[in-house]
């Protein structure tokens, strides 16, 4: 040791960062079981899950004790390092690389036994968390797992390895049926065609235990071998498929004229109603991306925020092994369920993800747009108001049965309303000569054309005459108080229950009592820890949840002045806090959005440019100002537009009527 001047050590403590606090869900731990498996040419691997204890049994090639010690029980052992990037017997591409996916067992159980034989060399290990959690207190560098006597070993056959979860933390049981569909769809290499069968409690996971093939409408496919998935689909559902090209351009790091070019393969498909993507607690509006055969990042679509509509009804598989190679850096994350983010590689693949939505978009809105104008057409009324119009009307009323056809509706008579509320509005535009209005309308505004456009003498006693009225009363009230000293009060009355003024596309909030009782304890106690100037500054903060997103809502007092850098970096404590909740939650990954009204411009906005930079700053952390008074001015203009002129509606609310 005199030789050496420094030393390196590594505490067990990172047992519990790299292990038991890494993962947060049965499924993604099993994952790092099955992908051993796989990496073992194993082909058969049975899980047996009870109440109380998780079996996973594989046959694959084993280990002997010099193994187990050498490989297994060696933290961070890279195993392309020294067996290569491909399996012995069955040439498979090698899944695992970091070497630590087998500490992932200790966050769902504090008990593991793993035993295994090779070569006729049978021998088996205890390991308790507790244990480990000691040693880490005495600072140990070594752990030593208990050895299982000869006797307790019930491992059959000549290969293979049988490892067995006991005393498994509450929040993390899970039922088989659950366990399947969520393997399958974290594995494209499960089934007959890769000799590789995975079994939950004697059931075989396949293909079909994904369930959302059957959801898919419109279908676009990459890649060789892609007919496979249309192949999935339902033959009734399915309405058609797109192949596309499947080729991206990466230009080699530190160089200014090289560059290499790789394949992608997958697909892509887009399901007939937003709300066919939730499955129970699992949303499946997402595209994952899957290296060699394994879940590799949970969602790229979410590195496209700003999305339109048509991207709500959107679900996909990309393969990109190009993330995973042998003789490059590895940029997966600890957990190995997100790639790093700024790596050339992946942010061709992202370019390409992004033109490919680009076409989807419009090949999506024209196909929705046509079946929109086919099911209106349906209706004799609308089809007789139809063929009324002028062929450039025409044209413009099946964008607008388009548009309509994009929303997601419960039932058929929610539609026909859609479609009343949806000719009048036309018919209103028609007479403001402003037909052009419609392109710019989005599908969510349609739907509030049913409450803007109800406010027609021969329709006064509509239900969403109503709405409207009250609408504007919520308006005329904020209008009414717009002093500094009442205005605060006002906002805070009506804002919480009418989210519409800060955004049309929050109509209303979901229940959520337990989460915001969770949210407001974790945001006391940030609360707490505000200085006295803050406080002075601070008028209230909410947390609601509309339209599946969680928004923060906070109010500052009319008549003080704030930064926005001070702004941003207060919020987005309260966002840690409530990411963190929903990750304890089940909910990790939901999307988040905080909203900050003020009475006065912050005051480091000395002119309009630094405005602007200072708002996109925040927008990238989904923070947005508002002041008050322009929260006031933009709702009451947007009714009273609808709302001034009258219209000679007889003979369009006969056709109302008829529909």
């Not at 304890?584 to 999307?591: L, M, V």
Request: hydrophobic share 35%.
């Amino acid at each position: 040791m005199a030789d050496h001047k420094y030393e390196m050590t590594m505490n067990l403590n990172v047992l519990h960062h790299l292990g038991i606090k890494l993962y947060s869900n049965v499924a993604a731990v099993l994952s790092e079981i099955v992908a051993n498996s796989w990496d073992a040419d194993a082909k058969n691997v049975d899980v047996e899950i009870t109440e109380d204890r998780i079996v996973i049994v594989d046959d694959g090639c084993g280990m002997t004790v010099k193994d187990a010690n050498e490989k297994y029980l060696l933290v961070g052992y890279d195993r392309r390092k020294d067996d290569g990037g491909t399996t012995k017997e069955l040439n498979r591409p090698v899944m695992g690389r970091k070497g630590i996916g087998k500490l992932s067992l200790f966050s769902i159980a504090d008990k593991i036994e793993v035993q295994s034989v090779k070569g006729g060399q049978k021998h088996g290990l205890r390991m308790s968390a507790k244990a480990i959690e000691k040693a880490i207190v005495k600072d140990n560098q070594k752990y030593y797992p208990e050895a299982i006597p000869d006797a307790e070993i019930q491992i059959k056959g000549k290969r293979g390895t049988r490892i067995i979860l006991n005393d498994l933390k509450k929040r993390t049981r899970t039922a088989a049926q659950a366990l399947k569909k969520r393997l399958a769809r974290r594995f494209s290499i499960i089934g007959s065609e890769y000799d590789f069968s995975v079994k939950v409690n004697g059931e075989e996971v396949t293909i079909e235990d994904r369930d959302y093939f059957q959801k898919i409408q419109y279908l676009w496919c990459y890649g060789d071998g892609s007919d496979k998935y249309e192949a999935y689909c339902s033959k009734e559902k399915l309405k058609q498929v797109f192949k596309r090209d499947y080729e991206l351009v990466v230009a080699e790091e530190g160089t200014k004229n090289r560059e290499e070019r790789y394949r992608v393969c997958g697909w892509i498909g887009s399901v007939t109603r937003s709300g066919h993507l939730k499955d129970g607690t699992d949303n499946l509006n997402k595209i994952v991306v899957m290296v060699r055969g394994k879940l590799a990042q949970e969602d790229i679509l979410e590195d496209f925020p700003e999305g339109g509509l048509y991207t709500k009804y959107l679900i996909g598989e990309i393969h990109a092994d190009f993330l995973d190679m042998d003789e490059k850096e590895d940029i997966a994350t600890s957990n190995r369920q997100e790639i790093r983010k700024d790596d050339p590689r992946y942010v061709a693949l992202r370019e390409w993800v992004n033109g490919e939505l680009k076409n989807i978009e419009a090949s999506w809105t024209e196909l929705r747009n046509k079946e929109g104008t086919e099911t209106a057409l349906e209706n004799p009324a609308i089809k007789e108001w139809f063929e009324s119009l002028k062929a450039k009307s025409r044209e413009k009323a099946k964008q607008l049965f388009g548009k309509i056809n994009q929303l997601t509706l419960d039932s058929e008579e929610q539609r026909k309303e859609l479609f009343r509320y949806g000719v009048l509005a036309f018919e209103s535009l028609r007479y403001k000569e402003n037909l052009d209005k419609l392109d710019s309308l989005t599908p969510a505004d349609i739907e509030a054309m049913k409450i803007v456009f109800a406010d027609l003498d021969d329709i006064e006693a509509t239900l969403y005459h109503q709405i409207v009225k009250q609408r504007l009363r919520v308006i005329e009230t904020l209008q009414k108080h717009v002093d500094d000293n009442a205005l605060e009060k006002v906002i805070q009355k009506h804002l919480y229950e009418h989210l519409w003024l800060l955004d049309p596309s929050w109509d209303r909030a979901t229940e959520t009592p337990m989460l915001e009782k969770q949210v407001n304890q974790e945001f006391k106690k940030l609360d707490a820890q505000l200085t006295l100037e803050e406080k002075k500054a601070r008028y209230d903060i909410k947390y609601k949840n509309p339209s599946g997103k969680h928004i923060i809502i906070e109010l500052k007092r009319a008549n003080r002045t704030v930064s926005s850098f001070d702004l941003g970096k207060q919020i987005r404590k309260y966002m840690v806090a409530l990411k963190k909740l929903l990750k304890a939650n089940g909910r990790d990954g939901e999307p988040i959005e905080a909203v900050c009204l003020v009475g006065k411009p912050c005051n480091n906005w000395s002119d309009k440019e630094t405005e602007r930079e200072e708002r996109e700053m925040l927008e990238k952390s989904k923070i947005r100002v508002i002041l008050y008074q322009k929260l006031i001015t933009d709702a009451y203009g947007s009714y009273e537009a609808f709302l001034n002129k009258k219209s000679e509606v007889g003979r369009i609310a006969e056709t109302i009527r008829k529909i």
